[in-house]
C-alpha cells in the first residue's frame, strides 16, 4: 500500500517537470493599460436632480408652498386678533365657568 503511495506521488511530482511559465503575447499589457485607461475617461453622467432646470423648479415650488402657509396664517390670524389672548386660552381649556368663584363671592 505504501509503494503504492509514493509511486502516486512520484507521478504526480514528475508530471511537474515539464511545465514551463506562461507567456502573455506581444503588447498584452500595454493593450490592457491603453483599455483601463479608457474605460476610465468616461464623464460620469450627472444625475437629473443637479440639472438646473429641476432645482429652478423644485426651488420654486418651495417657495410657492412657503408663500401659501404664511399669507394663509396671516389670514386667519387678523380674525383672531380681535379676540383677548387669555380669553382664547380659557376657552381652550374650558376655563370659562368661573362657578368656583361666583360662589365664593356669595357668601
Excluded at 48 to 59: D, E, I, N
Excluded at 73 to 85: I, W
Amino acid at each position: 500500500m505504501k509503494t503504492d503511495y509514493d509511486k502516486k506521488t512520484e507521478e504526480i511530482l514528475s508530471s511537474l517537470d515539464n511545465i514551463q511559465k506562461a507567456v502573455a503575447p506581444d503588447f498584452f499589457y500595454t493593450r490592457l493599460k491603453a483599455r483601463m485607461e479608457k474605460e476610465s475617461e468616461v464623464p460620469a453622467a450627472r444625475p437629473w436632480v443637479l440639472r438646473p432646470v429641476y432645482t429652478f423648479a423644485a426651488l420654486v415650488i418651495i417657495l410657492l408652498i412657503n408663500a401659501f402657509v404664511l399669507f394663509k396664517e396671516n389670514s386667519t390670524n387678523q380674525t383672531t386678533t380681535t379676540v383677548d389672548p387669555m380669553q382664547s386660552i380659557a376657552a381652550e381649556y374650558n376655563l370659562n365657568d368661573n362657578s368656583l368663584y361666583d360662589i365664593a363671592q356669595d357668601k
